[in-house]
């Protein structure tokens, strides 16, 4: 068998121009438009560039964006102070901070710190915790994604086994969580998980969210199953010879051997280009649903 590849730029490009619509159809009916806010803390390279994209889609889908930089040694209550300016800023429907942070910042003070009502990253506890009540909640951006792309490949979910390799609670503890709202059989595994490929040869839908280059492998997975591929590891690549630094080049990979699997799924996305894409497309739904739930607007459907 050959995998489908499953398209994520093209799923998420086409999420995308839907929210674009709905947003430009909310102004026309209200003269309002959403507004993200996103706070970057130093310096750190692969930070600027997710905040400038960020910033990007944000404009490209009518939303307003807001971008603010903090120094480096900035200490932790001036951060939260610029978290509780932001709660209070009408002007403001969703709030993003990047992480990760500098280590003078607790990451879960600055989480809990956000009001849940403008946490569009989902990871507030309160939106955690009303996800597993199977409440509406702001969900977590990669895991959304990761489930939207199961549903566009798959249809129904239903009666499905899904495997879930990763227990954060980034990735793949909401995951397992959408799943089962999707009324998968879930199992979640992870790093003390027994037999780990014999879990994995079980899955109708697999998901992995480890961070360990290639880790499963081809033979790991059922015949025909549908494989989403959350992780994002820098490999070696001798076969593309050095860089202008005269330092030898990497390429990116996933979790999951692409090749390899891809003679025994039926549907498999690629890294990058799979998840990967439907991360900030999953940021602005979020928005959008924030700024439709604090103005009492109905949200078109996307
Ligand atoms: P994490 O390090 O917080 O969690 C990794 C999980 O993998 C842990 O729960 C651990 O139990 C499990 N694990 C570790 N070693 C294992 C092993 N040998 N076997 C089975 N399970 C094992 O990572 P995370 O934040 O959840 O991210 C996971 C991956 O997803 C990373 O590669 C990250 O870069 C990627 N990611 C991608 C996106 C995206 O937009 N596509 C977003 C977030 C994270």
Known sequence: MTAQKIDGKAIAAALRGRIGDAVSALDKAHGKKPGLAVVLVGEDAASQVYVKNKGIATKEAGMTSLEFRLPADTPEAVLLEQVDALNNDSAVNGILVQFPVPEQMSQQKIIDRINPAKDVDGLNPLNAGRLVSGLSALTPCT?????????????????????????????????????????????LAHSRTADLPAMCRQADILVAAVGIAELVKGDWIKPGACVIDVGINRIDAPERGLDDEGKGKTRLVGDVDFAAASEVAAHITPVPGGVGPMTIACLLKNTLTAFCRQNGFEQPPL
């Open 143 to 187: 895991p959304t994604g990761s489930v939207i792309l199961a549903k566009e490949t798959l249809g129904d979910l239903s009666g499905k086994h899904a495997v879930v390799i990763g227990r954060s609670n980034l990735v793949g503890k909401p995951v397992a969580q959408l799943l089962l709202n999707e009324n998968c059989t879930v199992t």
